[in-house]
């Protein structure tokens, strides 16, 4: 009931595409859904956020998606670049301490 | 602003020695702590998470233990160095609210 399911675990886009990874969750508690983008060697960067109160958000050129009845949440990345390639991460949290729950990870490559 | 910090950033060390990581925040009061291990092209693991001075807890047992002598200080510590401790060790940190988690540059550890 903890985990959080994350797929694809890796993707190749071309260049100017749409890139969507899936992430799914089992416990209703969890009230913080955050996306982290991560290059080679450096630590997670926080990318964009979401909470189960909206269905969408949209950051640039970077969407979140969020079905609360289906447990489900994407990330979209539109126009994907090449410097967009890395590994990216979905999370979930509840309650004090905000103890994130990562998904496995996929690993974009956007082609040129 | 805020800013984490991490040391060493590489280290290679013997089985059977001790280990001694740094992480120190700037920028902000009693944040929680935590650290993560992520194992090459895997997903993070989160291993100790701190709420406070001297408070800590363990997310799984292991050879490792964890320390916060002070605020904005985390230490994460081994008295002997397994072979399966090699990893990307990373430090993060979130206030509340809204829980958003930062992670520090991480530190690479290969134990031989």
């Known amino acids: 009931q903890q985990q959080v399911k994350q797929s694809p675990q890796s993707l190749i886009v071309q260049k100017g595409g749409i890139s969507i990874i899936n992430c799914a969750y089992e416990?209703?508690?969890?009230?913080?859904f955050p996306w982290y983008q991560q290059f080679p060697g450096k630590g997670p960067a926080l990318l964009i956020a979401i909470r189960p109160d909206v269905s969408e958000k949209k950051e640039g050129r970077f969407t979140i998606s969020f079905n609360k009845s289906a447990k489900q949440f994407s990330l979209h990345i539109m126009d994907s670049q090449p410097g967009d390639s890395a590994t990216y991460f979905c999370a979930a949290s509840k309650g004090k301490g905000n103890k994130l729950v990562f998904g496995a990870g996929t690993i974009l490559r956007v082609k040129s | 602003s805020q800013t984490i910090h991490q040391w060493p950033a590489t280290l290679v060390q013997p089985v059977g020695s001790p280990l001694s990581l740094e992480c120190t925040v700037e920028g902000t009061s009693n944040p929680n702590l935590y650290w993560y291990r992520q194992a090459a092209g895997r997903g993070l693991q989160l291993l100790f998470y701190?709420?406070?001075?001297?408070?800590i807890s363990s997310e799984v047992p292991q050879n490792l233990s964890a320390s916060r002598p002070q605020d904005r200080q985390f230490i994460l510590s081994s008295k002997k160095l397994l072979l399966s401790d090699s990893g990307f060790y990373l430090c993060?940190?979130?206030?509340?609210?809204?829980?958003?988690?930062?992670f520090g540059p991480g530190t690479r550890l290969t134990v031989l």
């Open positions: 701190s709420v406070g001075i001297g408070q």
């Open positions: 416990n209703t508690a969890f009230d913080y």
């Open positions: 993060a940190w979130s206030v509340l609210p809204p829980g958003e988690q930062f």
